[in-house]
């Protein structure tokens, strides 16, 4: 058969990276959140241990995290930052 009668298939992994497909979110989006530090560690430890936990329980980790170093936040960003995490997938956590 002629050269440009040849069908070639298309590369089933091109534009995945590496292979495997979309990648997962690294939740770099919450961890580099807040310019306070302190609030940052919060952040950081409540992702960790309630990454896609219910959006109740993330907010009472919260609010306790921030009440240990004498800080408080908004009702909005106490539900936003909650929901956020609530959303998270924990196994990039």
């Known amino acids: ?3 440009s009668h040849r069908r070639i298939a298309p590369d ?3 534009g995945d990276r590496d292979g495997y497909g979309p990648s997962m979110s690294d939740n770099t989006d919450l961890r580099n959140d807040d ?3 302190a609030v940052q560690a919060v952040l950081d430890r409540v992702l960790s241990y309630q990454g896609g936990a219910p959006a109740g329980t993330v907010r009472t980790e919260l609010e306790t ?3 240990e170093i004498d800080e408080t936040r908004s ?6 930052h909650a929901e956020r995490i609530s959303g998270a997938d924990p196994a990039q956590s």
């Not at 009702?75 to 936003?80: I, T």
Request: charged content about 40%; aromatic content about 12%.
């Open 35 to 37: 310019d306070n530090e």
């Open 65 to 67: 995290g921030l009440s």
């Open 75 to 80: 009702d909005a960003w106490l539900d936003e």
């Open 1 to 3: 058969m002629p050269d």
């Open 12 to 14: 089933p992994f091109e």
